[in-house]
């Protein structure tokens, strides 16, 4: 008897939880238990590009200087922002940006310094 009573309470709870109505329509799925929402992925892969673009910057050996450069990605496109010593260095990290896989398009905002007089 118990075993029955336990059998019709899942079935119970189980048409209820199917019977609920989905927020936002059939086409805005909510994440499942450890599955991220899309804006979490999306993060997630901006800050994957920023990283990639990062390492790609510091394994270049005439950019292992450009600790202040800052890099941000978003859906593809990189902005490099900060302060470089020459128009070869911002053009060499623009171009070494746009060879990293996933990048879309590059927003070269870097600045040259002054010579120090």
């Known amino acids: ?3 029955l009573l336990a059998v019709a309470a899942s079935f119970l709870i189980a ?17 499942g238990p450890g599955e991220a929402s899309p804006e979490t992925k999306q993060k997630m892969s901006n ?4 990283g990639k673009v ?3 910057l510091a394994a270049d ?3 292992k200087t450009l600790a202040g450069v800052n890099v941000d990605s978003e859906n593809g496109v990189v902005t490099l922002k900060g302060r470089v010593d020459s128009n070869d260095t911002k053009k060499r990290a623009e ?22 007089s």
């Open 1 to 3: 008897m118990k075993a």
């Open 15 to 31: 048409f209820q939880a199917a019977a609920q109505p989905r927020s936002g329509g059939d086409d805005q799925r909510q994440p």
């Open 47 to 50: 800050a994957g590009l920023t």
């Open 54 to 56: 990062k390492s790609a």
């Open 61 to 63: 050996v005439g950019l």
């Open 95 to 116: 171009a070494v940006a746009k060879k990293v896989e996933g990048v879309k398009s590059v927003k070269n905002q870097l600045n040259i310094r002054k010579p120090k």
